[in-house]
């Protein structure tokens, strides 16, 4: 997992996770207030959003019957995150169901 804590904070969702900038890199991360603020997984991408590298804590791994498993981290907050900030550079939106 990188450091994120020197880095400046682009924004803070006041929930769970947070934006931060160092040079062309952007960091997303989810920290829940219940894990004394320890992250989940950490996001690490440029500006141009060409890859993604998503950093994963022991949270999401898992051993079952001998196998180690990993939850899929690609869900519900960083999915919409990572569109949101795609679309947002493409004149693009995202719209709930019930809008």
């Known amino acids: 997992m990188p450091r994120i804590k020197h880095l400046t904070k682009l924004f803070d969702s006041g929930q769970s996770w947070s934006m931060f900038i160092h040079d062309d890199d952007y960091f ?13 997984w950490i996001t690490h991408f440029k500006h141009d959003l060409k890859r993604v590298t998503i950093y994963c804590s022991e949270m ?8 180690v498993e990993l939850s899929n981290p690609f869900s519900y907050p960083l999915d919409q995150l990572i569109f949101m900030y795609l679309l947002s ?3 693009g939106a ?3 169901a019930a809008a």
Request: proline share 7%; hydrophobic share 35%.
């Open 60 to 67: 999401l791994i898992r051993k079952i019957n001998g196998r």
């Open 89 to 91: 550079g493409r004149e």
């Open 28 to 40: 997303l991360a989810l920290s829940p207030p219940e894990l004394n603020e320890k992250e989940v």
């Open 94 to 96: 995202i719209i709930h």
